[in-house]
């Protein structure tokens, strides 16, 4: 079966600190991976996916960005956080194929920028 | 561009009642998939339920049900005697494409559903 983790599960950083936060799959090959953000008492926001190694789509602008160096691997980063930056981090994967699929979540990572 | 609406913020109910969970979509496409996830307070959203456009039968899986109803581009969502292991904040979403064409997933702001014992 098919098994996502991510981490860190907590972060605490301070202003202008770098970030890495790392998501993996098991169980699968060529997954589609997501990382979404959960601002308190919002929806989740898309903000990177990726259909294949290397390739990486940012759906808005920010002061963040993505990674895959491996097909199962998948790298949220920061070179220096903003408070705004603050949320709940989830990554996710799907099946890549000709039907439209639901996506599967990680355990997701809290982070706080102080 | 497609949204999604969860009217509820909040909800709460006494343990064995029944709770409806609203979700209002828009979208342009003639053909999209619908689902509905649930958050408990450890954060991992937990997927319940994809249907797509076509499908139009309601749906029910234990407890729950789902109502899709394309006429008023809802499609709800009903818990049948509540439990307090379903207090969660649940989410309506739906299908979508990025600018790559690559598929994504629009949710609503979700409901937070508190059952007390």
């Known amino acids: 079966s098919q098994t996502i983790h991510q981490w860190p599960a907590t972060l605490v950083q301070p202003v202008g600190s770098p970030l890495s936060l790392e998501c993996t799959v098991e169980?699968?090959?060529?997954?589609?991976l997501y990382w979404y953000r959960q601002a308190a008492g919002r929806g989740l926001q898309l903000l990177f996916y990726?259909?294949?190694?290397?390739?990486i789509s940012s759906e808005v602008p920010q002061n963040l960005s993505a990674s895959r160096p491996q097909d199962r691997q998948f790298i949220l980063s920061s070179k220096k956080l903003l408070l705004s930056d603050s949320g709940f981090y989830l990554c996710?994967?799907?099946?890549?194929?000709?039907?439209?699929?639901?996506?599967?979540f990680g355990p997701g990572t809290r982070l706080t920028v102080l | 561009a497609q949204k999604v609406t969860q009217a509820q913020t909040e909800i709460s109910v006494v343990e064995k009642e029944d709770v409806t969970l609203d979700c209002v979509y828009e979208t342009r496409d003639t053909t999209y998939y619908l689902f509905w996830y649930k958050q408990p307070p450890s954060g991992e959203l937990v997927f319940l339920i994809r249907r797509n456009s076509f499908d139009e039968q309601n749906e029910i899986s234990g407890r729950y049900s789902w109502n899709f109803q394309k006429s008023t581009s809802s499609f709800n969502f009903t818990i049948t005697a509540s439990q307090v292991v379903d207090s969660a904040v649940y989410f309506c979403?739906?299908?979508?494409?990025?600018?790559?064409?690559?598929?994504?997933?629009?949710f609503g702001k979700g409901t937070k559903l508190t059952v007390n014992p």
């Open positions: 979403a739906l299908s979508a494409y990025t600018q790559g064409g690559s598929e994504k997933l629009v």
């Open positions: 169980g699968t090959s060529n997954p589609n």
């Open positions: 996710a994967w799907s099946v890549t194929d000709s039907s439209y699929n639901e996506q599967f």
């Open positions: 990726s259909v294949g190694i290397g390739q």
